[in-house]
C-alpha cells in the first residue's frame, strides 16, 4: 500500500474526525491507520484513536495486513492500540469497538492484557506512554478524543432542530441526490468512485460558492 504523504495523512485524519485540516479527497480507513505508523510526529500520532472511531462507526471490522507490517510497525500498532482501547473504555464507547479492538490486539500480542494494565495505570496517573521513542501525553490524549468523539457526538444528538432548518435550506440548493452525498460526508462513509468524482465535480463547487464570505455579504445585503 502507498504510503501518504503528509498533507494526504492531515486530509485523510479530517475525514475520519480529527481535524487539522479540510479534506477535499476520500480515504481508505485501513490506509489512515497504517499510513500513521510511518510518522513521528505526536501531534498526528494522537489523531489514532479518534480516526480509529470513526472509522469503526462506518464499518463493523477492518482489514488489516497484520503480515505485512516490520516488527518495528507492530509494536507501534500495539501501543496505538493499546492506547485507544484505553479511550474507548474510559469515554464508554461501543462494546463492539471494544470487542473489535480486542480482537486485533489479541492478534498482535497474546501478552496484550499485561500490557494494557501499564498503559491504563499511565492514563489513570497521567503520564506519557511512549511509542516507538515518541512521547505521547495521556492528557491530550483524553482531551483530543473528549472534543473530537464524545462531544462531537452529544452535539449531533442534541440539535434535532437545527438539523430539520438544515434539511430545509439545503433544499434550496441541492437536488435530493446530492444531499444524500452530503449527509453521507456528514456520517464519514465512504463514497464509491463514482460519487467521489460526482461530488467534487458538481456538489463541492457549490459548497465552496456558499462557503465565500463576499457571496455572502452580498446575499445578505440584498435581503429585505
Known sequence: MTKLTKNELLEALAQYGYELNKPSHQYNGEEVLLGLLKENNARLLEGFPVAYDNILDTKKHLNLDFQALSEKDKTKLLYLLLLTYALLKLFGQDQSKLNETQNMLSKLSKKWKELFKDVEDKFNQSDSVRVNGVALSTDRLKKQFRNYVVHFGEKNTNEPKLDMELELLLSEFF???????????????ELTKTEREYFSRVVNKRLKALGNEQLYQFAHSMVK
Do not use: A, G, N, P
Not at 437536488?175 to 462513509?189: I, V
Open 175 to 189: 437536488t435530493s441526490k446530492q444531499k444524500d452525498l452530503l449527509k453521507k460526508r456528514c456520517r464519514r462513509e
